[in-house]
């Protein structure tokens, strides 16, 4: 079974530009996640996805941060503009349901 | 969902078995005991997962105790590639928001 996919693997941007996050989860999992992970922390969730509609976006910074899931399968996230602190590692997870969450390798952002 | 403390690391000999303790004092009843781990570069991966009864797979065994207010999972036989950061975490499995709040979790080292 295919693990999830996520891409960039890396990305270096400057302070106030753009950038965007790619994640397909594991095929027929509904739910799906965006964990932030600043260095030396544990993963923090960002937003989650059932199906196409929002479930929690609670700690999303709605200013700079935008998530969206068409179709219900593949999700993209952006963050405009960046700021320094947004440096760190973006997970991307999916879930059957409310189960076990299965984690993709990340994309390590660095913004100077 | 509850709070856990862990022991920020720990270090153990290689062929030994590692025991990574948790406490979760204020778990309530239906709330499950989860284990993680993330390896340097990579995403979280599941571990094992309890309500109250000890639980074994291929990977460890997770030892929860009577009152639930503490646990232990034990990797039988460590090996270099089980070098990681362990995170404990309790949760309910109720469907909507269901996300895993991360602490800093322990660094197990394993020593050749």
């Known amino acids: 079974e295919a693990g999830v996919a996520q891409s960039p693997r890396y990305k270096i941007i400057e302070k106030r530009q753009s950038v965007a996050f790619w994640c397909n989860p594991i095929?027929?999992?509904?739910?799906l996640y965006w964990y932030q992970q600043i260095l030396g922390q544990g993963p923090k969730l960002l937003i989650q996805f059932q199906n196409n509609g929002v479930v929690d976006d609670s700690q999303l910074p709605k200013d700079r941060f935008s998530a969206e899931r068409l179709k219900g399968v593949d999700s993209t996230l952006k963050i405009q503009p960046a700021k320094l602190e947004d440096s760190a590692v973006y997970l991307c997870a999916s879930s059957p349901r409310a189960e076990t969450q299965y984690f993709g390798p990340g994309t390590r952002l660095l913004v100077l | 969902d509850a709070k856990t403390t862990q022991p920020p690391s720990m270090d153990c000999a290689e062929g030994r078995a590692a025991n990574l303790p948790c406490n979760h004092s204020t778990i309530s009843g239906n709330e499950y005991v989860y284990w993680y781990r993330q390896i340097h570069s990579q995403g979280p991966q599941y571990i094992i997962h309890?309500?109250?009864n000890n639980e074994t797979n291929e990977m460890a065994s997770l030892i929860i105790t009577e009152d639930r207010k503490s646990s232990t999972l034990i990797l039988p036989h460590a090996t270099l590639r089980d070098t990681a950061v362990y995170y404990c975490?309790?949760?309910?499995?109720?469907?909507?928001?269901?996300?895993?709040?991360f602490g800093t979790g322990t660094r197990l080292t394993v020593i050749p």
């Open positions: 095929s027929g999992h509904a739910t």
């Open positions: 975490i309790v949760r309910g499995q109720q469907t909507g928001a269901n996300n895993l709040f």
């Open positions: 309890g309500l109250k």
